[in-house]
């Protein structure tokens, strides 16, 4: 038997119009951030700027923070169903060198490999507040790879050992994503950083497969295998 992932529900037209509006709120505040300034720009600039009213911001987005990070929570929570999706024989580490290697080649935003990232990370750099929240997700991030590799694995509550590989695998991506970034805010184009940047992708994901290459590694698929030998 397959394990296999039950596709999500397709959404009415309530709820479609409510992640548009949510979306639209923050395009329209991350503009203004990366224009005057995270710190500069109230929750009134936004909700005046979006033609909404204060309450209707609140409503979409909890704090300030959240309106500048708004994909951050499905990022986070993302992690354990890619974890859950990996292909049959494929290890953790393997999984996350395909997935930032597929980030690269789409410019995935969360890889810092696009236009516009430096812009993004200086206006993190220059808040306080900005910065505390960024840690913040990186935390939940670990935590939540970690969660998914016990889950995954069967491991003992008190095993360290899938707390130390989510901590391991997120500073890989984060220290490239950090030196992409870098890059670009020294100038560098896209096209000349590339090379370097898909190296380095490969060689600090190589130094990871050395490590902990063969953890977590998912069971074969038993079910196409019996069927291809007609069991």
Partial sequence: MTDEVAPEPELGLRERKKRATRRRISDIATGLFTMRGFDNVTIADVARAADVSVNTVFN????KEDLFFDRQDELVEGVAGELRRRRPGESVVALFRRRFI???????????????????????MDSAALMAKQEEFGRSSRRRLAEALAEETGADPDD???????????????????DIVGRK?????????????????????DLLERGIGDYAVKPPDTGARDAASGK
């Avoid at 979409?60 to 704090?63: E, K, Q, S, V, W």
């Fill in 160 to 178: 360290i050992t899938p707390r130390v590989v989510a901590a391991m695998v997120h500073a890989a991506q984060w220290e490239l994503v950090g």
């Fill in 102 to 124: 597929e980030s690269l080649d789409e410019n995935a935003y969360p890889t810092g490999f696009h236009e516009g990232s430096e812009i993004w990370a200086k206006t993190v």
């Fill in 60 to 63: 979409y987005f909890g704090t």
């Fill in 185 to 205: 805010m020294a100038g560098q184009t896209l096209h000349e950083m590339r090379d370097t940047v898909y190296a380095n992708a490969h060689r600090v994901f």
